[in-house]
């Protein structure tokens, strides 16, 4: 389900999924049908493959996806979670994402946050931002993005964006998954 969500620029069949997570196709596939019938899923022929999506036009299809995404950022340990704690105290954003070295490494020399923020609250996050630095010894590298940013960095396929979108949704899951959904 993650990596449907947060690769919204790809076509993902049974195939591609199973090597990605590191199961076999026939499981793969027999989990793509279970959420398919529960309506959480479509598939679509391309050729002789069915390529899975979100139903973004299910309303509970919507809120499983957040759902996942607020595990996913429940259950991150380590010095991701540490930073996951931090950012999470910053309210002047609509989204905020952790991605890059923090997440696998015990060591990082900065910690990546991705912000989708309004124009009007920009300086208000970045005094956020600038107040967590003084506080830490590791400094968030901020990515800082705009609605429409966002959204047209990832039709660009923008490196940073893409990177960060596989990241930890901090808060603004819902947004994320209607935004995501929108690009579909």
């Known amino acids: ?6 690769n919204p620029k790809r076509e993902l069949n049974a195939n591609s999924l199973s090597k990605i997570l590191g199961i076999s196709s026939m499981g793969t596939l027999n989990i793509l049908k279970k959420l ?6 479509v598939s ?13 036009e299910n309303s509970y299809a919507r809120d499983y996806a957040f759902l996942v995404l607020r595990k996913e ?22 989204i905020a994402i952790v991605f890059g070295s923090v997440l696998n490494s015990k060591n ?3 910690i990546d946050v991705l912000f989708v923020v309004e124009k009007k609250k920009f300086g208000e996050l970045k005094e ?12 968030i590298h901020p990515v800082y993005q705009t609605t429409e940013d966002f959204l047209g960095n990832i039709k660009k396929e ?3 964006v ?23």
């Open 162 to 184: 893409i990177e960060a979108i596989k990241g930890i949704v901090v808060y603004g899951g819902e947004l994320f998954v209607k935004l995501i959904g929108g690009l579909r």
């Open 128 to 139: 956020e931002v600038d107040k967590i630095n003084l506080l830490n010894e590791k400094n």
């Open 36 to 41: 398919e019938g529960e309506k959480i899923l």
């Open 158 to 160: 923008d490196v940073v």
């Open 1 to 6: 389900m993650l990596e449907i969500l947060k």
């Open 44 to 56: 679509k022929k391309v050729s002789n493959m069915n390529m899975f999506n979100i139903d973004f």
């Open 73 to 94: 950022m429940e259950f991150s340990v380590g010095v991701a979670k540490r930073w996951i704690n931090e950012v999470g105290k910053i309210k002047s954003s609509n």
């Open 108 to 110: 990082p020399g900065d």
